[in-house]
């Protein structure tokens, strides 16, 4: 079966740009989350959706983060615009649905993104 | 609210070494504790993890976790190390909803 996929997998853009960053989870997973890691520190959760529904966007830093999920399916954050403080290694997780504590993630590679 | 504390940012071992990872949670109901592994340029990687069966478990390339509630704790052990071990961890907890809180991470590098 075909992992968690993301890209771009590395993204510098200058501050005041877009980027929108893109995961394809595990098909068949209904829960699909984002995660970053900003300069080495912890993981931080940003959001959860259960199939396109936003479940919890509890993480979400501010109103320049905007995620979709496309029909249940794949999944996109666009931050608009990016600020320097944006930079670090956002990751995508899915996982199966129903009793969504018990699943360990399958994870994406991440993509890295760089505000300069 | 939930939080993880890993101990030791940085563990260094020789190889064939025990290698011990800690882990401390802090839940407010039982607890679904999980660890990870992330190796350079890639995402991070589901080693075993815990929901509420066997207190010691099992997880991929001899990895085993033991949780203890009296402590508070989730360690990661291996009896002897690899080479190949040398990488990051993450010790995390869930909430039944999914969503998981994560450790700082421990840089795990094995010496010759």
């Known amino acids: 079966e075909a992992g968690v996929t993301q890209f771009p997998s590395h993204s510098v853009i200058e501050k005041g740009q877009t980027v929108t960053l893109r995961c394809d989870p595990i098909s068949g997973h209904d829960n699909l989350y984002w995660y970053r890691r900003v300069m080495g520190k912890e993981i931080k959760f940003l959001l959860h959706f259960v199939k396109e529904s936003k479940q919890d966007e509890s993480g979400m830093p501010n109103n320049r983060f905007l995620a979709e999920r496309t029909g249940g399916t794949y999944s996109t954050l666009k931050v608009q615009p990016a600020e320097l403080e944006d930079s670090g290694v956002y990751f995508c997780?899915?996982?199966?649905?129903?009793?969504?504590?018990?699943?360990?993630?399958?994870f994406g590679s991440g993509t890295r993104l760089t505000v300069v | 609210a939930q939080s993880v504390t890993q101990l030791g940012s940085h563990v260094s071992v020789s190889e064939g070494a025990l290698v011990l990872l800690r882990c401390n949670y802090s839940s407010s109901v039982p607890p679904y504790l999980f660890w990870y592994v992330q190796y350079p340029n890639q995402g991070l990687q589901l080693l075993l993890k815990y929901t509420s069966a066997a207190t010691l478990v099992k997880g991929i390339n001899g990895f085993e976790a033991e949780f203890k509630k009296s402590e508070t704790s989730f360690h990661l052990t291996k009896p002897s190390a690899h080479m190949s071990d040398a990488a990051e961890y993450f010790c995390?907890?869930?909430?039944?909803?999914?969503?998981?809180?994560f450790g700082d991470g421990t840089t795990l590098t094995v010496k010759p």
């Open positions: 997780a899915s996982s199966p649905g129903g009793g969504q504590g018990i699943y360990g993630y399958t």
């Open positions: 995390a907890v869930n909430t039944n909803a999914g969503k998981s809180t």
